[in-house]
């Protein structure tokens, strides 16, 4: 049994916003890099087909930088993964590869334009949950050895007193994440309220059938808004 809790507060700090979300055991990340290679290659490309030469022109991220300067939060210091991700391709070049997990679920970013990611639920007990930070509270990011204390206030993805995801969806631990050894995988995708539910559903649906298709597992998932504190499986 797994559990993802959801502080109803973070619905409501974030109008609209919908989290299309997706649990898969016993995956093999190490297969289907060659599908998924055109794949992710494809949504790399696709961007230039968005009509945006600059990511935070687009509708999506400007409405995620909208929400986190009403909180406060500065995008200059900490912008959004599909900020970061979006402005990464549009500035063109060869796509990178970290696994297929990550491949998959940053292609299907591109794809809708909106952030996505995933955490191992070995490592963290099949316990996630989205909520304001305590000072108990604890991250260690991806390229340092030290935990560091986290301020309470923050909007972040944690399991037990580890911070997940700092800034709701700005930079991820190093504890849970994805490699080629995961097994079990929580996956998430954040929708703004301007995107509306159609595009929520589209996600939830691009996951499902991506893990089957590049992965040959099935899921379960579902799509959480106003209203709902969280997902059982």
């Known amino acids: 049994m797994g559990q993802f809790n959801v502080d109803p507060d973070i619905f409501q700090r974030f109008d609209g916003m919908h989290l299309a979300v997706a649990v898969v055991e016993g995956i093999d990340n190490r297969t289907g890099a060659n599908a998924l290679n055109t794949f992710w290659d494809d949504a790399w490309s ?6 945006f030469d600059d990511a935070r022109k687009h509708p999506y991220v ?3 930088r909208q929400g986190f300067r009403e909180l406060g ?3 200059k210091r900490f912008p959004t993964s599909i900020e970061a991700l979006l402005r990464r391709a ?32 070995d490592v963290v007990d099949n316990t996630v949950a989205l909520r304001m930070t305590r000072n108990t509270d604890s991250f260690q990011a991806l390229d340092s050895d030290e935990l560091i204390q986290v301020d309470a206030g923050e909007i972040a993805y944690a399991s037990g007193d580890n911070v997940l995801t700092r800034h709701f969806m700005w930079r991820q631990s190093r504890l849970a994440l994805v490699s080629e050894r995961t097994r079990n995988v929580f996956l998430v995708s954040e929708i703004p309220g301007c995107a509306g539910a159609e595009v929520a559903q589209a996600m939830r649906t691009s996951m499902v059938d991506g893990l089957s298709r590049f ?4 899921c379960v998932s579902t799509v959480l808004s106003m209203g709902d504190s969280g997902y059982q499986w």
Do not use: E, T
């Not at 696709?46 to 009509?51: I, T």
């Not at 063109?92 to 696994?99: E, H, L, P, T």
């Open 90 to 121: 549009l500035k063109g070049g060869d796509v990178f590869r970290i696994n297929p997990l990550v491949d998959f679920y940053n292609a299907l970013s591109l794809i809708h334009v909106c952030p996505a990611g995933a955490f191992d639920l």
């Open 215 to 218: 992965f040959g597992r099935d």
């Open 46 to 51: 696709g961007v230039n087909a968005l009509g």
């Open 73 to 75: 939060v500065s995008m």
């Open 62 to 64: 400007d409405a995620w």
